[in-house]
């Protein structure tokens, strides 16, 4: 059974930072194509930074310079480091994970997926 957790969604102030935390079990840690997605009430779910097997990572416009993406294979954790935050940062944060991804900002690739994490910023 596979299950992928999130973490650290919080409420901060424009400019704050925020570490969002992922675990996922029941595949082989190592083989795992990750993701961050988020989507803001009235919005599409937006994909804003993946990372593959090889460590390549992908960033949203968006987000490029502000939020880096990381896996710790020794926690068997995905985290994804906000800083700079914008009240248009503001969303439902979830964690996506699989074997194999194309397209590694496009949700409907991936197969399991957390609950989701709120972030809220305010200006």
């Known amino acids: 059974q596979v299950q992928v957790v999130e973490s650290g969604g919080d409420s901060v102030q424009a400019g704050g930072s925020l570490r969002l935390s992922c675990a996922a079990s029941?595949?082989?840690?190592?083989?795992?194509?990750m993701g961050w997605f988020r989507q803001a009430p009235g919005k599409e779910r937006e994909g804003v930074a993946s990372i593959a097997i090889d460590g390549t990572r992908e960033y949203a416009d968006s987000v490029k310079g502000r939020f880096t993406i990381s896996k710790d294979s020794g926690k068997r954790t995905l985290a994804l480091q906000m800083n700079d935050l914008k009240p248009e940062d503001s969303a439902m944060y979830s964690c996506?994970?699989?074997?194999?991804?194309?397209?590694?900002?496009?949700?409907?690739?991936?197969?399991?997926w957390g609950q989701g994490t709120q972030v809220t910023v305010s200006s």
């Open positions: 996506a994970a699989d074997t194999w991804v194309r397209w590694g900002l496009k949700g409907d690739e991936y197969r399991f």
């Open positions: 029941g595949l082989p840690y190592s083989s795992l194509y």
